[in-house]
């Protein structure tokens, strides 16, 4: 027997040092003047570009007086990805002894979610700190702009993409075909998939976002999962947090890119349009909300949005509390901890909240999922040896210490609830403790059935190991397999339709580890997803079995799975819905998607998982006790 073909995890990028820059549609400065308040100093843009009362605004957001530096992202008319290097410098007695500015940029979207931007956050950042000494010094600004401006009749070529400029990529888009669910066929590989080989030489970018990955998971712990079910919802998320904004701004870049579906599904989801990856807005304020309203599922969908795969749902962060008080713009509202935070007793967590107020919390197999990935990740990194960032430098020792004991998870950022916890079974099942540990505020808690079963369990194993817990983990772990370093450096492939497949994570070790959380989560996402196709396939097929194996009746039932339309409710509609059964989805069925049999939270997003994707109607059976 032939072996299994093996497929690498492969993101191709371009060598950083020899790739050309983004072309800027815009460059401008922006000064905060004590008595106009926010001013375009210098501009320049390409013709027909508008950006007078709007860039001033979305690159200076509230609070940023409070901190020396940020960088911020933005999005411009949908159109542009919008990068501004802020500095608070001293200035004279006029400027009341401070002086804060900020250089900015846009560039064309078509260059990926964020137009990858952050390739002129390094230079735009040197700029703005010599313009805070003389603000009237614009020649580097006017330098820079001769060499990076965007000229519609000039292509930018890249080793790995044989790239085009944005006009070029745009007319690639409208010259691709359809595929089933009658979008643009924008993707030719899956993350899973991909297998050219990266170049030698290629890094990760000192500001690429996907750097704070491992922030993202030590930030939000188990919280991670609860918040990638809401986008992979394709629901309206708002971050809410204090400056620097830096941080926040990657966060809504990572929660797209690890809720963005595998083009391996997009075949298999009748939703049309599909929305394969949740709209990245960045940074917004009281200036964006009519643009925030768009994405609701009450809404009718912009067709330029749909045409993108981001029909529904968008992820954005702000600064200004207000926005967080009109809940009609938003679906989740996520609470992120102050800075000086990090000094506390106990871990403060981010707070999660739905548009009731009503707090999200993980599941029981949530946590337990997260404690085996923390696991992995550490079994990841200890096997590929590779360096630590800066932001994680002041850690490694302690790391150095656990790294040889195997009760250990410490793994990223040390979270008092997790590193002490051992990977023995009775530890990952132990019932919340009773001396208020921190974690149990983001934690469901044991339903009452779940905690008979497990008794009931234990008492029938005389006490053993738990062989169903044992299972579980292993099955997580699978999730993990293949994604070592002995396999090829991840990196970003360009298909020449202007999109990158992840946005422009480059190879290297340090991007393995970047990329091994992303597969991680991409191959979690097609388990859940193709498993519920499988059942729902079954499901017609038994329907078309007891009318009869007519081919009318079998036509009748592939047309109401693919007549799905985006007609104001964002769910689709589909004809003769009534007549056609609910999905029966059983506890095996949850166990098999690693779900949380136990808990009514699991199951309701279940449900309606398939009621958006499929339109269907679903009920899902949960554990149960029998005697």
Known sequence: MAPAKRHYLHLDLPVAHTEALPQVAALFLILFDVKAGYTIAWKRSIPGLDIANSVEYKSLPSGLHNVQEDTVYFVHSNEYAGISSFINGKGGESERNALMLAVGALI?????????????????????????????????????????????????????????????????????????????????????????????????????????????????????????????????????????????????????????????????????????????????????????????????????????????????????????????????????????????????????????????????????????????????????????????????????????????????????????????????????????SDEQQILEPQSWSALAYNSFMWWASAGEARTDREEESEYDSQLFANLGMDTPSPGVRRNGDGDDEEEGVAGGERVGFEMALIAYFHRFTVLILHTLSEIIDAADSDSVSENGSSADNEQEVTNNRSTQSGTGNGKGTRSGEEDLDVIEINSDDMQKMGLDVWSESDRAWVEELVEFYWGRKARVKGGSVEC
């Open 108 to 436: 064309p979207l078509s260059y990926g979610r964020l137009g990858k931007s952050w390739r002129h956050a390094e230079t735009l950042k040197a700029l703005a700190k010599d313009l805070v000494k003389d603000p009237t010094m614009t020649t580097p600004l006017e330098a820079y702009w001769q060499e990076h401006q965007y000229r519609e009749d000039e292509e930018v070529a890249t080793p790995a993409s044989g790239g085009g400029s944005p006009s070029a990529l745009r007319q690639q888009r409208r010259r691709a075909k359809s595929s089933p669910n009658r979008q643009p066929r924008k993707r030719n590989r899956a993350v899973s998939s991909a297998s050219a080989l990266a170049s030698p030489g290629q890094t990760l970018l000192a500001h690429h976002p996907a750097l704070s990955l491992t922030t993202l998971l030590n930030t939000f712990g188990l919280l991670v999962f609860p918040l990638y079910k809401a986008a992979l919802l394709r629901k309206r998320i708002l971050l809410l947090t204090q400056a620097p904004v830096k941080l926040a701004c990657d966060f809504v870049y990572n929660i797209s890119i690890l809720s963005t579906l595998p083009s391996a599904l997009h075949d298999l989801l009748p939703l049309s349009p599909l929305p394969t990856r949740l709209r990245t807005l960045f940074s917004v304020g009281v200036h964006d909300i009519s643009n925030l309203f768009t994405g609701s599922r009450t809404a009718q969908y912009q067709d330029h949005l749909a045409n993108e795969g981001q029909a529904y749902g968008w992820i954005a962060c702000t600064t200004e509390d207000i926005l967080s008080t009109k809940n009609n713009l938003y679906d989740i509202l996520v609470t992120l901890p102050p800075s000086y935070a990090e000094q506390a007793a106990t871990t403060v967590w981010p707070r999660i909240q739905g548009k009731q107020g009503v707090n999200v919390r993980g599941t029981q197999r949530d946590a337990r999922r997260y404690r085996g990935l923390r696991r992995d990740l550490r079994n990841f990194r200890t096997s590929s040896s590779r360096p630590v960032s800066r932001s994680q430098q002041r850690y490694t020792d302690t790391e150095h210490q656990n790294a040889n004991s195997e009760s250990s998870t410490n793994l990223l950022l040390p979270i008092p609830s997790l590193e002490e916890a051992t990977t023995t079974d009775r530890d990952i099942d132990a019932p919340p403790d009773n001396d208020g």
